[in-house]
């Protein structure tokens, strides 16, 4: 599984369905290689931010840029666990942590005020002013206990 060309043994499929926590069939793990061999380009094993913008619906995505960051250079299987997330049969958590790793833009383990009103602009682009942000932030999240800080 090095190389993106090369075909799938079922000791690959089985270790990428345990390793995405079994949320895809053997059959959905090989048309994911075959979307992802069509992604990588160049067979170089995994996929790079040019590459993910090729697919419209993700190109087109809002929170594209703040998904790039996440997915530049995935492998095979991390590509796979990474979708994981997407799945119908994904649990809340892994949704929530996929989101939560969106939101928290500095790696730091919270999402202050800042990371939100930077989602805010990348959702919102230029529908929204600056001080309509912090209006909505302010409405919306302080009574939920957030600060205005991004303290």
């Known amino acids: 599984m090095g190389s993106a060309p090369s075909m799938l043994t079922q000791y ?32 170089k094993g995994f996929i790079s931010a040019d590459e993910f913008l090729s697919v419209p619906e993700f190109a087109v995505n809002p929170l594209s840029q703040r998904l790039l960051k996440m997915v530049d250079g ?17 649990s809340i958590q892994q949704k929530i942590e996929l989101i939560f790793k969106v939101y928290d833009l500095d790696n730091k383990g919270k999402v202050t005020f800042n990371d939100i009103l930077e989602v805010l602009r990348d959702l919102t682009g230029s529908f929204m002013t600056e001080k309509q942000r912090e209006v909505y932030f302010s409405v919306v999240y302080v009574p939920f206990g957030f600060p205005l800080s991004s303290k």
């Open 74 to 90: 995935l492998n095979f299987k991390d590509f796979v666990a990474f979708l994981s997330a997407f799945s119908s049969k994904a």
């Open 12 to 43: 690959d499929i089985e270790d990428v369905q345990e390793y995405s926590y079994n949320l895809f069939s053997q059959q959905e793990i090989v048309s994911l290689y075959e979307r992802f061999c069509q992604l990588d380009r160049n067979a």
